[in-house]
C-alpha cells in the first residue's frame, strides 16, 4: 500500500498528534528540537555551555538534535515565540489604531515590534517574514464545524434569504461562506540579517527605516504613503539604531496613480534634522549638532559630519571627504555632479548606518523629498537618554526640541 487514501487523497499514517496513538498506529514517536542553527565547530558540552554564556538572549544547550540521534550537538534554540493581542481598528479600517505600541500613546498604523532573532555563529542569515491574518464569524460554532457538516440543518448558506416578515418572501443577505472562516496571505519578505561586529554584541539594535510608497493616500491604499518607521523612537546611550531604507525605481502602482516628487515611479527617502516638528525646513549639515554625539559601527572612520551627509543624500555622498568605507571620488568633495535637487540620480535604497550614541540628545528630523505641506509628512522625532533607562516621550510632547 501506498499509506494514501485514494479517495480523500490523504495520508493513512502520521495524522496522531500525541505519543499514545502514534505508537497504537505502529508508528515511531520523535521529539526535536526548534532550533535557529547548530553551531557543528563546537563537540563538547563544555565549551556549548561557554556559548551559551556569551549568546546573549538565545538559549544554547547540548543535546541530541533528534530523540532517535545518536550523537550530541550544541543547539542554538528559537526563542519563545510570541504571542500579543492584536491592536484594535474599527472593523473594515485599515488605519491608525489604539495599542499598538505600549510605550507610546498617541495612535499608529497597527503593528507589531518583533525581535529579530540573533544568531551566535556570526553568519549571515537569509530569512523570510510570511505575514498572514484570519477571518471568522460567530454565526456557526466554528471550532466545531468541519467539511463534514456540510450537510447539516444548521450550516450557513450562501447569499441566504431570511424570511423576516413570515410571508415567505425574505431578504437576502450578502454571506459568502468561503469568507467566513478563511486564511489570507498578505505578503511574503525576505531579508538578510548580517553579523554582528564585537562591538554591537549584547546590545539593542533599533531598526529605523521608512515605509509605504509613491502616490497619494488614494493611490497607495491599502497601502500607505511615505513615513518614517518608527517616527517616534525613544532609547539610551546603551542602545544603538540601525537607519536604514529600501526603495524602487521601477514600479507603477498598479497603473493607480503615481502622485509624488521627482522622476515618475521612482522612490527616494533621506533623513535630515530640523529644529521643530512643526517646521517644513531642515537645518543646513553646518547647523546640525545632533550629530557631534553620534558615532557609526559600520564606518568607523566616519565623523557625525560624515553620518549626516551620508543620512541626507541617501548614500549618493558617502562623506565629507572620503573615509575606509568611502571611497573619496564618492564624497562630497570628490563627485564631479552633484546631487540633483529631487533625488533623482540619488540611490533608491540605502544601507545607512548602525548609530551609536556618546551623549543624551534629541532630534526632529524629515525627509526633504517626500514631506509635502498640506499632502503628506515624512518626519520623525528620537530621544536619547544618558544610560540604560528609557524616559518615553509621545508625540503630543513635541514641540521644539533643543539638542545636547
Known sequence: SSGINA???????GRPINEADCKSEGGNWVKFHSYLEVLTDITTQSACRKAGRSAG?????WDKLRSDDTEKVCIVQAPTMQCEEAPWTRVNHLGNAYGYDKNYKNPNASRIELD????????????????????????YDGWNTFAESNDNDDVIENDPEVDVFGDGKGFELALNTAQTGRTFEDRSHAFEILPRTAEMAAKTIYNLNVRGK??????????????FVPDSLAVTTDDLVHVQWTGSNTHDNNNDGDDGEGEGGTDRSNLMQMSAISESYPATIKEADFWEGVQSLTDSDASGKDIAIGLASAGYYCSESGTDNCPEKESLEGRRNKIDDKMNNAPASYFGHVLKFTKAGSMNYLCTRNNNFSNRSQ??????????????????????????
Open 7 to 13: 479517495e480523500y487523497g490523504e495520508r493513512k499514517y
Open 57 to 61: 538572549k538565545n538559549r544554547v544547550i
Open 116 to 139: 529579530l532573532p540573533y544568531f551566535p555563529s556570526g553568519e549571515a542569515k537569509r530569512c523570510v517574514m510570511r505575514l498572514r491574518y484570519n477571518i471568522s464569524t460567530t454565526d
Open 214 to 227: 509613491r502616490g497619494n493616500i488614494v493611490q497607495t491604499f491599502p497601502a500607505t504613503e511615505y513615513d
Open 379 to 404: 518626519k520623525g522625532s528620537i530621544w536619547v537618554k544618558a544610560g540604560n533607562k528609557l524616559e518615553v516621550k509621545t508625540r503630543s510632547e513635541e514641540t521644539e526640541t533643543s539638542v545636547a
